[in-house]
């Protein structure tokens, strides 16, 4: 009888739980329905807000940096334009005269023929050295030679040139120097070889901006 009553109190406690789990299943079931969002969020959703997250910083950062960039770049045309406008006209031009706005062929021909002819010498020929260049006049021989490049500020070019000249003796050969040195375009004498009498051969360095 003993057992049997055991029995009867296991049924009945089945029974009774039974009865508990049905009458909250509805609670367990959203229970374990959060346990499983939980888990959710922070194994996959959560990573992907912060990866997200982190990269809206990173690009914001990275617009904040151009417009700083932007901002101070333009800071910097500004003070150059105001620079400039403050140039008188006749500085401008000079300017223009040392360091020229373009590498030109025909105008550095025209040039070192004008002061040559001034002393009544003849320019039989001009070489001009430069990488890439081209020229159209027959008298001007356009070779390529890095050799001997020398550091310059940004935005400067040089070109160099190499004058075959004839018709001079001493004192017209010094005078022609002094008009190099006076041209107001910057120009440096790199290298005079005396070949024969009355024939001389220039290499020499002029220098304009590459615009």
Known sequence: MSDAFKNLNISKGKRALSLIIYKYSNLLAIFLLLIILLISFQLIIKPKYDKMKNTSVEIEKRKTEEIDKLETYLAQLKSFNKSYNEVSDNDKERMSRIIPGNGDYEDL????????NKRNLILRSVEIKKTGAAASNKRVKVASNEEGATSLPEGIKEIILSLSIE????????????????????????????????????????YYYDL
């Open 109 to 116: 021909m025209a040039e070192f023929e004008n002061i040559v």
């Open 167 to 206: 018709g001079a003796d001493y004192d017209t050969f010094k005078r022609l120097m002094e008009d190099f040195e006076k041209n107001l375009r910057i120009t440096d004498v790199k290298k005079i070889d005396f070949i024969d009498k009355g024939r001389v051969s220039l290499d020499v360095s002029v």
